[in-house]
Structures are given as C-alpha cells and as structure tokens.
C-alpha cells in the first residue's frame, strides 16, 4: 500500500514551489538609468533630475514619460525658465496612464484624453494639465496639451517599455503650455535646526549648530536632501561618546544622518538597499542600508539598526525623519565591531562529579582594539542581526531538503 498518492505528492509539490518563488511584485523602475542608454536624451534627463521629476516618476507605477531628445528641447531652453517653471512643464510630458506603441495605435474611437503630472499637482486650472491623443491618418499619432488645443508633437519612436508599468516614448518637440510655463514662486526657505528643535531633535540640532556639518547640509536642500534626525532621548544617551569624537569624527558622525537625494517614506520602502550619505567620501564608504520591516522601514549600519519613527517635514526637495537612535558608522567605531567570543557551549562544560575538571582556569579573550574616534564597546544589536541571518539559512535548507524528498517520492510514482 502506497503511503502517498500521485495526487497528494503533486499538490503538496506544487505547494512548496509556490512557497519557494518570490512575491510577485512590480516591476522597478529607474528613469534615469533608462535614459541614460540614450546620450540623445541627455538635456531632457538632466532637467528630471535637477527638477526632482525623476524620482517621482520611479515611484509611481503605470506611467508613460514622452521624452524630448536634446534637438527638440532647444525651445524650451531658450525660454530660460525658473527651475520651478521648468518642473511644471516637464510635468505636462509625464502621463498617468501606461501607452506603449501598440496601445498608442488603437486609441479607442481614435483619440484619448490623459492626465499629466502637472495636474495631478493641483497647480494647474481646470483641465490645462490634461493632454490629447490623436490617432492621425498615416500612421501618425499626434500629442498636444488642452491648453494649446492643437498638436503640437508627434510620437517618433518608443525607447523603452516595462508592460503596464512604465513606457517611455520619444515625441519630436516639448508640449508648449501657457499655465505651466507662467512663473512659480519660490517655496521659503526652511530653518531645518529651529525646525528640529521644536519637534524633539534639540540635541541632534544643536550638536549641528556646533558643527561645520551645518553648512553641508544647507548646502543640500535645494538639489535634494533627506535627514534622519535621532530624537532627544536617543541623543541624549549618545552624548558621552559624541563628545569623545575629534571635531572631524563628529562632523563625520552628523553627516553620516543625511543623504544628498530627496527620498520619501513611500519611497524609501521601494529602494531598499545601500545609499551613500553626506559623509560619503572616496575610501570613506560612510553608506547604510535601507531595509523594510513589516510596515516599519529601518536603517541599519554595521553597529545598530534604528526605526524610523516619525516625519518632521516633507516638502519637496526637503525631507526630515525622526530615529529611535543615533547612526553608528563603522569608520567611527571599527573597536565595537570585534566583540568577545560566546562562551563555549554547555556541552563541552566540565561534568558535576569530575573536581579535577572544575579547578581548571578560565580564560578572558583580549579586550576589543578601542578606536581613538570612540569607545569600544560593542552597540547593542550588531551580533543579534548575525544570529538571526544563520537561523533563516537553516530554515531554507530544510525547506529544500523536505522538498527533495517529495520530489524523490514523486519521481518513484511515476515510474
């Protein structure tokens, strides 16, 4: 008698394979990177990037980005547009809907109304920020903003399509827009130590009024900048180590909290991964790795794992998060990086009526080499991380062996 049947081996295989593949997901998408395989789309991919349009094309999803090449933005360019102005206008070029070059070609009853980015900003009246799809005798299809009511560019070719998740098309000129090009105002600037002073980073801000650091991160707001600003309590316990930094480790130390990019909290869970921070410099590394979780998005460096557990401000091209604790950069603090060994496991101990045994010396491991920068006690959670990363090893050999068999099982059904 067979202890299993085919049937059951096969669900229960299938099963297993189902546990074993991914989560399906989306597909991720980079705007930048895709334009940067076409040099012929330099000025428009510059223009995404300094306005900030770039990374909230990458985190949305059915997009389709109607790029100009360097030739067709000459126009434009000459209208020497604020940078504000400038966002606005390439905002009406980003639809918030997915046309490839087949879809473009079966626009239903031969035109499509679509919604840009602009108008998703709220900034644009009435339908000013929506554009026409004309489907054209010829094989042509035609591209022009309500606010110009005529056509004013057509589809060239497509450069790169990620199916219902973004396209990105060349279109021959940019979409001239009255509203989009009237001039913006400029957002006032923001005091970000007053700013975390009132909201339970005092410590944070005025270690950095201190600190010549102060100036770097001024210096990032307008081309992007994101600060992970640990609260006070946290601050508060770092301090005696703080002040046993040279005045260059401290710096180090504040800068290593900012990244030089805009990152929202949405975005931040979609690019989980190492980034560089303000103290990223040459051999200096000074990165961190982003990580999701649950619903909680952590930062963690060699030394500590902190939560992000609040938001100070998000106003583009600003952004301030509040931590449960300060970042430690393992070029700060490479003594904590060695701590003691576990003692030896029960197992190999000494037996209970063995005296002999018992007498025996125990010997210390050598103290941790101690950085001149800071301590050398080891912070909490460095070797709980490593722990954890082998037990989840174990746990997926198993699965693979149980997974073996079955398929062994199986195999022998069959024949």
Known sequence: MQLCSMAAVTAVLLSLLVAFLPASTVEAHNITKILNDFPDFSTFNHYLTITHLADEINNRQTITVCAVDNAGMADLLSKHLSVY??????????LLDYFGAKKLHQITNGTALAATMFQATGTASGSSGFVNITDLKGGKVGFG?????????????SLKEIAYNISVIQISSTLPSAEAEAPTPEPAAVNITSLMSAHGCKNF???????????????????GLSVFCPLDDAFKAFAPKFKNLTIAGKQALLEYHGVPVYQSMSMLKSSNGLMNTLATDGANKYDFTVQNDGQDVTIKTKLVTAKIVGTLIDQQPLIIFTLNKVLLPEELFKGALSPAPAPAPEADAPVADSPKSSKKKKH???????SSDAPADSPDGAVADQEADGSNAVEIKGFRLA?????????????
């Open 364 to 370: 210390k491991s050598p103290p941790a080499p101690a």
């Open 205 to 223: 801000a005025e270690a950095l009024l201190a600190s010549s650091a102060l100036k770097t991160f001024s210096d990032n707001i307008d081309g």
């Open 85 to 94: 102005a400038m966002k606005n206008v390439l905002s009406l070029h980003v």
């Open 403 to 415: 997974a073996l068999g079955l398929m062994l099982c199986f195999a022998s059904l069959v024949m």
């Open 145 to 157: 903003s309500e606010d110009s009511g005529k056509t004013d560019a057509t589809f060239v070719k």
